[in-house]
């Protein structure tokens, strides 16, 4: 485990690239097994996510290589439709090979991923879903923690998710790309993921309509085609960049930057007192004033205020001048934080369910050791490092590195102090 080591109080400023993005790559890297050959994936971020999703392919019989940032994933050899237990374990978007395996194989073996820090995180409606479309599921093991689906033909079906899960929405897309019939999907996610997975399918010749809306409609397709794709830049970098840099008064221009996709985080941040520019894909944002509050801030489906930007908008709100609201309405615990926080001086009450918090700004944090409990969570502590005068240390740093490639590297560019030291000098 490393930890990230930050002498703060520096205003960031200047100009920096976003890399691309996590949650388009992993369910792309999943579909890439339902055409028996090659995708080239352009704009690919290194990150350990992508690292484990490729040990996953490789474990199946698959393999990649790197030109760069452009993954080039060879399914061909894919032979089996096992995922072990222990990469379920290592990554929950592991489920994701639910449905691409199924889709190929018409059969797959997978563990039960459990909840993980930020919620439960069940997959019922994943399950559910698929049992409409003819898949037949048993649950093994000594705490039936493994699934094992199986079916002799996918059928398309009329699906109904009770709410609008990524995940789920994606195993549908992949499971229906290569069955008989048609599948219509209604309350899909939105998320632009989803669209970036419907995309890619469409361009290796899958029949998908309603990509980017709530009614999804996939006709099966006899086989899919190779295919070059370019990712998308990630929307969650680019958000926790701007929360860095609007927590330390800062002035900078982020490039390649998605700014149609976070349209939500922008006008939050515009609330908070930040001037934005925007262009079709790139963003100034300059934060020379303290922050004000943001009144009412919940947590949405896309395109509501994402779950995955509330840790860096709290921190942010910590500094801001009055008291601020935020609802976490997506995942059951995701204000881990708010201990972390405290220690470096910030004022936040939870209330009884624990999902609704009350942010008291304060003028400056104050510098600590502090824990990542979580990705996005970790992020957030970097903010807050960046922002408080003196050395913060973050601790278990290494969960940061599942969505950034190189949080210190993005960070030193816009000036900031910071670097990531082994646990053990420490
Ligand atoms: C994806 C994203 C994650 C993001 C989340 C919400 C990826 C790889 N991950 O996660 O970064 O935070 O969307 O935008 O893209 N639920 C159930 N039953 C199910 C499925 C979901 O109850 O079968 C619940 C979950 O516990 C959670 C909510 O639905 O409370 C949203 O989950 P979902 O949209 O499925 O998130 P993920 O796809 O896991």
Redesign the pocket.
């Known amino acids: 485990m490393s930890s990230i080591e930050v002498i703060g109080g520096e205003r960031l400023k200047g100009e920096l690239k976003i890399q691309g993005s ?2 388009a790559a ?2 792309v890297i999943a579909a890439a097994i339902l055409n028996k050959g090659i995708t080239v994936l352009k704009n690919c971020p290194r990150i350990l996510d992508v690292y484990h999703m490729i040990n996953v392919l490789e474990e199946l019989g698959g393999s990649a290589k790197w030109e760069k940032d452009v993954l080039v994933i060879d399914t061909a050899g894919i032979n089996s439709s096992s995922v072990s237990e222990e990469s379920v374990r290592k990554m ?2 592991s489920i ?1 090979f639910l449905g691409a395996l199924l889709g190929r194989f018409k059969e797959v073996t997978i563990a039960y991923p459990g909840g993980c820090s930020i ?9 559910a879903s698929l049992k409409r479309m003819n898949v037949l599921q048993e649950f093994l093991g000594p705490n039936e923690s493994i699934i094992h689906c199986h079916t002799d033909k996918i059928i398309g079906n009329d699906i109904f998710l009770e ?6 929405t ?1 195993n549908v897309i992949l499971s229906a790309v290569l069955s008989e019939g048609t599948t219509r999907i209604f309350n899909a ?1 939105r ?1 632009p ?1 989803v669209w970036e997975l419907c995309n890619y399918l469409a361009e290796a010749g899958a029949r998908i309509c309603g990509k980017g809306t709530a009614f999804i409609e996939v006709e099966g397709v006899k086989k899919l085609h190779d295919v070059e794709y370019t990712l998308p830049s990630d929307r ?1 970098v680019a958000g926790t960049y701007m929360a860095a840099i609007a927590a330390t008064n800062g002035n900078a221009v982020l490039l390649d930057t998605p700014v149609r996709q976070i349209e939500t985080v922008i006008r939050t941040m515009q609330k908070s007192g930040c001037k934005i520019e925007e262009s079709d894909n790139a963003l100034k944002i300059s934060c020379t004033e303290r922050l004000l509050p943001v009144k009412l801030l919940c947590t949405r ?2 395109p509501g205020f ?3 930007m509330q840790s860096q908008m709290m921190t942010m709100l910590c500094l801001a001048d009055g008291r601020s609201t935020i609802v976490e309405e ?3 615990s995701r204000f881990q934080n708010v201990e972390e926080l405290r220690r470096m001086g910030a004022i936040i009450n939870l209330d009884e369910s624990g999902r609704r918090a009350e942010v008291d700004g304060v003028k400056s944090l104050s510098a600590a050791t502090v824990t990542a409990h979580d990705l996005r969570g970790g992020a957030a502590l970097v903010i807050a490092g960046l922002s408080a005068t003196g050395k913060t240390v973050i601790r278990d740093a290494t969960c940061i590195d599942r969505g950034y490639e190189d949080i210190c590297r993005d960070m030193s560019m816009l000036g900031a102090r910071i670097r990531y030291c082994s646990e053990n000098v420490l």
């Open positions: 996590k949650n992993l369910p929950r978007s994701l919620g439960k995180r069940p997959i019922d409606y994943h399950l709410f609008p899960s990524v995940g789920a994606q996610a998320e993921e969650i489906p896309y994402p779950t995955d997506i995942f059951e």
